[in-house]
């Protein structure tokens, strides 16, 4: 249907394995990360405000939950949100 699924924070909580299992069956063309800021920081920040700066944590989280290099799913995400927001490419 086109849909993009998003991935915030918590999936990089100890207690988040569903949320794990779940990126884990995403296609990379159908992934974004995103913070939810103000809720929802990542390990190690979890409690505290969250904020933008922390999406490549996010992505590592995510990456490490479909068993992808950092870098690709990093690469994939960039392309889905210019892909899901009509950006101009080459962001």
């Given at each position: 249907?086109?849909?993009?699924i998003?991935?915030?924070?918590?999936?990089?909580?100890?207690?988040?394995q569903?949320?794990?299992?779940?990126?884990?069956?995403v296609?990379?063309?159908?992934?974004l990360?995103?913070?939810?800021?103000?809720?929802?920081?990542?390990v190690?920040?979890?409690?505290?405000?969250?904020?933008?700066?922390y999406?490549?944590?996010?992505?590592?989280?995510?990456a490490?939950?479909?068993?992808?290099?950092?870098?690709?799913?990093?690469?994939?995400?960039v392309?889905?949100?210019?892909?899901?927001?009509?950006?101009?490419?080459?962001?």
């Amino acid at each position: 249907m086109g849909g993009f699924i998003s991935f915030a924070g918590n999936v990089s909580f100890k207690n988040a394995q569903s949320l794990r299992d779940a990126a884990s069956l995403v296609p990379e063309e159908r992934v974004l990360v995103e913070t939810d800021s103000p809720y929802l920081a990542p390990v190690p920040h979890r409690g505290k405000p969250n904020e933008p700066s922390y999406v490549p944590m996010v992505g590592a989280a995510v990456a490490q939950a479909m068993d992808r290099p950092v870098d690709r799913i990093a690469g994939a995400t960039v392309a889905n949100t210019v892909k899901a927001f009509g950006l101009p490419a080459g962001l």
